[in-house]
């Protein structure tokens, strides 16, 4: 089992130094990876915590240099909201500078209101995303090569420099529904699920490899930890969270490594810096060693 930290990047509590420490921080105690979250701009009456947000991608290519062996993900980038040339050369770019350490993180997004912020197709998401993947690992792989596709097309065009890690970083695809299971078992190299409970995602692995049986794919997970006892509904509802002492969360640990996950992605931040510190080493030192 592997361990992530998710930084935090979001409330109006989150600064450049915290996410430094973080990131750091991370490093040091021997985390496996740390990772970004991605909105740019929520409707004021979206869930509070994506008001105010640091943007993914360009905080990965910061801590490209302030670190030197933890891997750098986002959880996860929007992909149909944006231009997936320019996301193409800004993955390319970050994995250069971060020596091939990046993790790229895909989703097709839920919040309607951003994607017309962004003049961007919310009926659309998917099959723009699935050309939009396509166009990535082209561009990444042939970059002289022409694409023709329904959404994006382009011919003579000179790109580079390729990514560091061959072929492209790894693609994690997040989201709970079949449609996301069936595109990270079609175009991804991993699935990325998010706060659900063991019994969940192990029912989601075992129709991932259902749909694809050729490989078997990475299950990463991404989990809110607080302090408060036992699982409880998140803010959003029909999600829950881990809490209570680290005895409680080394038990739910476990038991979401029993149903099929190779790595959980931990998310301690609630707007307080000195207690979201104390919890990663707190997790590092208690949990981790013993998993």
């Known amino acids: 089992m592997k361990f992530g930290l998710i930084l935090p990047t979001n409330l109006p509590q989150a600064t450049a130094d915290g996410i430094r ?100 197709d919310f009926h659309k998401r998917g099959r723009v995303l699935d050309e939009s993947l396509l166009l990535l690992r082209q561009l990444w792989t042939e970059p002289e090569k022409a694409f023709r596709g329904s959404f994006f097309r382009f011919e003579n065009q000179s790109f580079g420099p390729p990514p560091a890690q061959y072929g492209g970083p790894p693609i994690w695809i997040g989201g709970l529904s079949e449609p996301a299971l069936k595109r990270a078992a079609t175009y991804g190299d991993g699935w990325h699920a998010s706060r659900i409970t063991p019994e969940q995602l192990k029912t989601s692995a075992e129709l991932l490899g259902r749909f694809n049986s050729s490989r078997q794919l990475p299950v990463s997970l991404r989990m809110n930890v607080t302090a408060a006892r036992g699982q409880q509904p998140d803010e959003r509802g029909g999600r829950y969270v881990m809490g209570g002492p680290m005895a409680d969360v080394l038990d ?40």
């Open 21 to 120: 420490q973080a990131a750091q921080l991370a490093e040091e105690l021997g985390y496996e990876s740390v990772w970004t979250t991605d909105h740019v701009m929520v409707s004021r009456g979206a869930v509070a915590p994506y008001h105010s947000i640091f943007e993914a991608l360009t905080t990965m290519a910061w801590l490209a240099g302030l670190t030197s062996r933890v891997k750098i993900g986002v959880s996860v980038l929007v992909l149909p909201q944006r231009n997936p040339v320019i996301v193409a050369k800004e993955v390319a770019t970050i994995d250069q500078l971060s020596g091939g350490r990046l993790i790229l993180g895909i989703g097709t997004g839920w919040h309607e209101e951003e994607f017309g912020y962004l003049n961007a």
């Open 252 to 291: 739910d640990v476990r038991r979401f490594q029993e149903a099929g996950a190779s790595e959980i992605a931990l998310n301690f931040w609630e707007g307080d810096l000195p207690a979201f510190l104390d919890q990663v080493r707190r997790f590092a030192s208690e949990v981790m060693p013993k998993v």
